[in-house]
């Protein structure tokens, strides 16, 4: 069997030849002109000096020769929506609309700004959505809407945690099914729940009476209150005797039986006194001429 041949690629290659070593030596020597030129242009910089000026000359700095206009740097960003002065901007809009700062718009192009649609902004006018935003009985229907189905679950939660006859209503599938009877069923069970509760509340008020009688007799018999029957028996006692009359009408008794009103009021007058409301007599009392 011959020997396998070894690849080209897989021998070492030698000693370079002369046509390698040529483009080597040249490639040095350009690099080694580019540095001494540019060794060479950094020192003239350094060391250069104009010999026309004198050093006092040329250490001033040279004027600008260019004649354009040098706007100094704000000092803050300024649009010109909002310049630093106050600039009267001459007005191409109708009074109460936004200020344009271009030529006049057409009537075409401002139907067409209120028609468009920017983003993150409120619906513009005619369009479905605007109309539903600003419709005053839409929001009425749904907030009614809301308020009524919240009292409703409301409502049928505590009637079924509270009524013993919250077994008897029908269930919610029976209301799509037979809407009449599923109605009528939970009107019936209300009805019982309502005559029910009257009793308890029936009942309860009896047992608050009885209870208070019980507790008034229990006083009457250990003294520590009057029987009614004495109590009304001494009220007619005082109103046969006279007790129970108040000075107002003892003196209208006696305006009576002296002679009337005028009588008295005559005396009154002369004496310089005047009956006051609880029938007393007291002196006129008079401060600058004014009683």
Same mark, same amino acid.
């Given at each position: 069997?011959?020997?396998?041949?070894?690849?080209?690629?897989?021998?070492?290659?030698?000693?370079?030849?002369?046509?390698?070593? /040529?483009?080597? /030596?040249?490639?040095?020597?350009?690099?080694?002109?580019?540095?001494?030129?540019?060794?060479?242009?950094?020192?003239?910089?350094?060391?250069?000096?104009?010999?026309?000026?004198?050093?006092?000359?040329?250490? /001033?700095?040279?004027?600008?020769?260019?004649?354009?206009?040098?706007?100094?740097?704000?000092?803050?960003? /300024?649009?010109?929506?909002?310049?630093?002065?106050?600039?009267?901007?001459?007005?191409?809009?109708?009074?109460?609309?936004?200020?344009?700062?271009?030529?006049?718009?057409?009537?075409?192009?401002?139907?067409?700004?209120?028609?468009?649609?920017?983003?993150?902004?409120?619906?513009?006018?005619?369009?479905?959505?605007?109309?539903?935003?600003?419709?005053?009985?839409?929001?009425?229907?749904?907030?009614?809407?809301?308020?009524?189905?919240?009292?409703?679950?409301?409502?049928?939660?505590?009637?079924?945690?509270?009524?013993?006859?919250?077994?008897?209503?029908?269930?919610?599938?029976?209301?799509?099914?037979?809407?009449?009877?599923?109605?009528?069923?939970?009107?019936?069970?209300?009805?019982?729940?309502?005559?029910?509760?009257?009793?308890?509340?029936?009942?309860?008020?009896?047992?608050?009476?009885?209870?208070?009688?019980?507790?008034?007799?229990?006083?009457?018999?250990?003294?520590?209150?009057?029987?009614?029957?004495?109590?009304?028996?001494?009220?007619?006692?005082?109103?046969?005797?006279?007790?129970?009359?108040?000075?107002?009408?003892?003196?209208?008794?006696?305006?009576?039986?002296?002679?009337?009103?005028?009588?008295?009021?005559?005396?009154?007058?002369?004496?310089?006194?005047?009956?006051?409301?609880?029938?007393?007599?007291?002196?006129?009392?008079?401060?600058?001429?004014?009683?």
């Amino acid at each position: 069997m011959p020997p396998a041949s070894i690849p080209r690629f897989l021998l070492p290659r030698g000693l370079p030849s002369a046509q390698a070593l /040529r483009t080597l /030596r040249k490639q040095a020597s350009q690099q080694q002109q580019q540095q001494q030129q540019r060794q060479a242009l950094a020192l003239s910089s350094t060391t250069r000096r104009s010999f026309s000026e004198s050093p006092s000359l040329a250490a /001033r700095p040279k004027r600008v020769t260019d004649k354009s206009r040098i706007l100094s740097q704000p000092d803050k960003f /300024r649009p010109p929506s909002h310049p630093q002065r106050l600039v009267t901007p001459v007005r191409t809009t109708p009074a109460g609309q936004p200020v344009n700062y271009g030529r006049a718009l057409t009537a075409e192009e401002r139907e067409a700004q209120n028609k468009k649609q920017y983003p993150n902004m409120f619906p513009p006018e005619g369009t479905v959505m605007f109309k539903f935003l600003t419709s005053r009985w839409i929001h009425v229907w749904i907030a009614m809407g809301i308020l009524t189905s919240l009292a409703t679950f409301t409502f049928t939660t505590n009637f079924k945690a509270t009524s013993p006859f919250a077994h008897l209503l029908p269930s919610w599938s029976d209301l799509i099914t037979h809407p009449i009877d599923t109605v009528s069923q939970a009107m019936h069970v209300y009805r019982m729940h309502v005559q029910h509760e009257s009793m308890r509340v029936r009942e309860q008020r009896h047992r608050r009476v009885e209870d208070a009688e019980k507790r008034r007799q229990y006083r009457v018999a250990h003294g520590l209150e009057e029987a009614p029957e004495a109590k009304k028996k001494e009220g007619e006692m005082g109103v046969e005797s006279g007790d129970a009359q108040s000075p107002v009408a003892a003196d209208v008794a006696e305006i009576a039986a002296g002679g009337g009103v005028g009588a008295v009021a005559a005396t009154a007058v002369e004496e310089k006194e005047f009956v006051d409301w609880e029938g007393k007599k007291k002196p006129v009392k008079k401060w600058l001429g004014i009683w």
